[in-house]
């Protein structure tokens, strides 16, 4: 498992708009918590997950397209340095003490007992048809871009700024 740190820039109104993200989070995370420090303009999260890199960015960038195009994603190892106050660098960086807030930890589980899909394959054989199935479902359930939304960020950033979600999305529209 791997440990990861989003920063998503934007502007944010209230610590709600950071439950709302943790929540669309929630399938990615593999560790017990997901741990997260709000501000107005840059929210952290902190979790581990077992999930690909690659498509763990395709999944956040689906998860906040309405919300923010800004953020970083980065593998949290021995050579990563951050500067946070104290308090909160311990608070945001211990996975296995959970969150303060009651709310986010009872609706993270509804989220994974939601999953219930992933119950059904015990085997280790059967992991890459379980990622396969898994990343079905959560296409099914991200906020697909329009093409109108698509052709204005190929017309601004060009075509290599699309990412797979995008990219598979565009093709979709061109077989119609």
Not at 57 to 85: C, H, M, Q, R
Not at 142 to 170: H, M, N, R, W, Y
Request: aromatic share 10%.
């Amino acid at each position: 498992m791997t440990n990861y740190l989003l920063t998503v820039i934007g502007t944010f109104e209230s610590e709600q708009d950071c439950t709302q993200i943790g929540m669309s989070l929630t399938p990615i995370v593999d560790s017990r918590n997901l741990k997260f420090q709000p501000d107005k303009k840059v929210l952290l999260f902190y979790f581990a997950s077992e999930v690909p890199k690659e498509e763990l960015f395709d999944y956040i960038t689906g998860a906040l397209y309405s919300v923010s195009n800004s953020f970083i994603l980065t593998e949290v190892s021995d050579k990563v340095s951050v500067s946070l106050p104290e308090e909160v660098k311990q608070h945001l960086f211990d996975l296995e003490t959970p969150t303060e807030d009651i709310n986010m930890r009872l609706e993270m589980v509804r989220i994974k007992n939601n999953l219930d899909f992933m119950d059904q394959f015990e085997e280790e054989e059967e992991d890459e048809e379980v990622m396969a199935q898994f990343w079905l479902n959560l296409k099914d359930k991200l906020k697909k871009p329009s093409l109108d939304q698509i052709l204005d960020k190929i017309c601004c950033d060009g075509v290599s700024s699309l990412t797979a979600f995008e990219k598979e999305i565009l093709e979709t529209y061109s077989k119609k």
